[in-house]
């Protein structure tokens, strides 16, 4: 029995290996690639290996996407957009939510938007802010759409900086590479 299921492992393996891949245009101009030849004009197409696209912060072979952060006063900040609104995050893992201050919701148009209140934990204690859900957070490339936030001030210092919170994260694997000073985000 096991030589017969081997002699049909020899037979079938490389038939499966010589697979061929053919290209089809239709009179549209649609093009479409399988391994099944429809006609007999159809022409046979090798593909080359296909595991990356030329963006460099996205590698198809491991599905992941990167983020570049800079190291200040001992936090990880990042670029990224609020609905379309230029700002800056500390990346805070351990934060529920995004945090936007003030002046850029205002300007994300999120004080326009419906809202409820929610008590948080800051390191000055417990604090009432208003919840709303972002349209669309943009982290070098990688968006993510209807993010849970509040609206509240994170720095005195720098009153534009916001928190990078799980409600962002949590939809990622996440990996840092403190030798590249990256975020490496795979998707879950």
């Known amino acids: 029995m096991h030589k017969f ?85 500390v ?24 809202q409820t209140t929610i008590t948080v934990q800051t390191a000055n204690g417990a604090v009432d802010v208003p919840k709303v859900n972002i349209k669309a957070v943009t982290i070098n490339n990688t968006k993510q759409d209807n993010v849970a936030a509040t609206i509240q001030s994170v720095s005195t210092v720098n009153p534009n900086l916001g928190l990078l919170g799980m409600s962002f994260f949590k939809h990622y694997k996440m990996t840092i590479d403190q030798n590249k000073y990256e975020i490496q985000l795979e998707q879950k």
């Not at 061929?20 to 290996?49: C, E, R, S």
């Open 91 to 114: 990346v805070d893992t351990g934060a529920t939510f995004l945090a936007i201050p003030p002046t850029i919701a205002q300007k994300a148009g999120l004080m326009d938007t419906p």
């Open 5 to 89: 299921c081997l002699l049909c492992l020899v037979i079938v393996l490389p038939n499966i290996a010589q697979a061929k891949l053919y290209k089809i245009v239709d009179a549209q101009g649609n093009t479409t690639y399988t391994d099944i030849a429809p006609t007999i004009d159809a022409k046979q197409h090798q593909l080359g290996k296909i595991n990356s696209i030329r963006n460099p912060n996205f590698n198809r072979q491991k599905l992941y996407m990167t983020i570049p952060y800079e190291q200040k006063g001992g936090s990880m900040i990042v670029q990224g957009t609020i609905n379309g609104v230029s700002m800056h995050f």
